[in-house]
């Protein structure tokens, strides 16, 4: 079984910067992909990022690109997720997921996700 836990949410100021976490179980972290989506109140969970196992390739939503950068430590079994320059839409409950698909940017492929965290930025 698979478990990851993400951390390293919280509030902030718009223009500020989070650095999410996300530790995972297992002895198979490092032949996944890993993604980060998030969910605002009333809207539809979105991609964000993800990042390939071997890192070589690394996708962004448009909305986040040139802010937001996705790490992973495959020694730690952790993904990062390092948000700088926030704004108020960014806010919403973030979650980590792994894939073995190459099709990064496509929630149903994911099959473990965390439980999230909330990422609040005010104006």
């Known amino acids: 079984q698979v478990q990851l836990v993400e951390s390293g949410g919280g509030l902030v100021q718009a223009g500020g910067s989070l650095r999410l976490s996300c530790a995972a179980s297992?002895?198979?972290?490092?032949?996944?992909?890993m993604g980060w989506f998030r969910q605002a109140p009333g809207k539809e969970r979105e991609f964000v990022a993800a990042?390939?196992?071997?890192?070589?390739?690394?996708y962004y939503a448009d909305s986040v690109k040139g802010r937001f950068t996705i790490s992973r430590d495959n020694a730690k079994s952790t993904v990062y997720l390092q948000m700088n320059s926030l704004k108020p839409e960014d806010t919403a409950v973030y979650y980590c997921?792994?894939?073995?698909?190459?099709?990064?940017?496509?929630?149903?492929?994911?099959?473990?996700w965390g439980q999230g965290t909330q990422v609040t930025v005010s104006s």
């Open positions: 997921a792994r894939t073995g698909s190459t099709l990064l940017r496509v929630g149903k492929v994911y099959d473990y």
């Open positions: 297992g002895r198979t972290f490092s032949s996944y992909a």
């Open positions: 990042i390939s196992w071997n890192i070589v390739i690394t």
